[in-house]
C-alpha cells in the first residue's frame, strides 16, 4: 500500500475552518476511494471517484463534505466549517481502471489523521 | 445493525498460543476479504475466500469461508508480537464499495 500516497499525515484544525485532505493513487491507477475510520471502529465508505467524475457518494455527509478527482492532480477530500465530529481518520484507496475488482485490486494509502480543536 | 460483526472485539493472549476470531453475517456473500491494520497505517489486504467451505493459508494464519458463504474465521496459530494489529473483515457491495466490519483488535503479549 506503500503506493498511495496521502498528505498530510496529521492535520489540526479549530472548529468552523475548512480541512483539504490529498490523495495522489498509485501509478496507473484511475479509480479512487475515501473511506472514514472512527476510534475503535472500521472503515465506513464514503465516495468513489474516477478521474472528473463522482461515481458512488452514497457514504457523504449531506452538508460540508465534498470531494473531487481532477483529470490532473490529487484526489481532494474537503469538509467545510470542521466540527469535532469529524475527527477521524480519513483513508483513501486506488485501484487500476475498468474491469478491476474493489475487493482484489485496491490499495490503501497511509491515512490522514484529522482532529478538530 | 452492523452487516458484518467480528467477534471478539478485543483479545489480548500470550505469544506462542493459539486464537481464532469470527466475522458473521445473515447474508450471503459472494466473496469475503480479511485485511490488517496496524497502528498509524492503512489496511493491507490479507486474503480473499470466494467459495463457500474454502481454507486458505498464509504462514501461520488459516482463513475459512463458511459453507454457506455467511461468515468466515481467522486462526492464528502460535501467535507472536508481530502478529498485533486490528484484524478487519469486507465484502464488496455493488461493484467497487467495501463494507467492513467494526474490527477485532489482537495483543500479543511477549
Known amino acids: 500500500n506503500a503506493g498511495v500516497m496521502q498528505n498530510p499525515r496529521h492535520l489540526v484544525r479549530r472548529r468552523g475552518q475548512e480541512a483539504r485532505l490529498r490523495c495522489s493513487p498509485m501509478k496507473g491507477h484511475s479509480h479512487v476511494y475515501w473511506y472514514r475510520q472512527l476510534p475503535e471502529e472500521g472503515l465506513k465508505f464514503m465516495v468513489y471517484l474516477q478521474k472528473e467524475n463522482i461515481i458512488d457518494e452514497s457514504g457523504m455527509p449531506k452538508e460540508r463534505f465534498s470531494a473531487e478527482f481532477p483529470k490532473e492532480g490529487p484526489s481532494i477530500l474537503r469538509i467545510q466549517q470542521v466540527v469535532r465530529g469529524d475527527s477521524a481518520a480519513y483513508f483513501c484507496?486506488?485501484?487500476?481502471?475498468?474491469?478491476?475488482?474493489?475487493?482484489?485490486?485496491?490499495?490503501f494509502g497511509q491515512g490522514t489523521r484529522l482532529t478538530v480543536v | 445493525t452492523q452487516l458484518l460483526e467480528q467477534s471478539p472485539q478485543f483479545l489480548s493472549i500470550q505469544e506462542g498460543e493459539n486464537l481464532t476470531v469470527y466475522c458473521n453475517s445473515s447474508s450471503v456473500f459472494s466473496s469475503l476479504q480479511w485485511y490488517r491494520q496496524e497502528p498509524g497505517e492503512g489496511p493491507v489486504l490479507l486474503v480473499t475466500?470466494?467459495?463457500?467451505?474454502e481454507v486458505k493459508k498464509l504462514k501461520r494464519l488459516t482463513f475459512q469461508f463458511g459453507d454457506a458463504r455467511k461468515d468466515s474465521s481467522l486462526h492464528i496459530t502460535a501467535a507472536q508480537p508481530g502478529d498485533t494489529g486490528l484484524y478487519l473483515c469486507?465484502?464488496?457491495?455493488?461493484?467497487?464499495?467495501?463494507?467492513f466490519g467494526q474490527g477485532t483488535r489482537l495483543t500479543i503479549n511477549p
Open positions: 469486507a465484502v464488496t457491495r455493488g461493484a467497487q464499495k467495501l463494507v
Open positions: 475466500v470466494v467459495t463457500g467451505g
Open positions: 484507496a486506488s485501484s487500476p481502471g475498468q474491469g478491476a475488482r474493489m475487493n482484489t485490486e485496491a490499495f
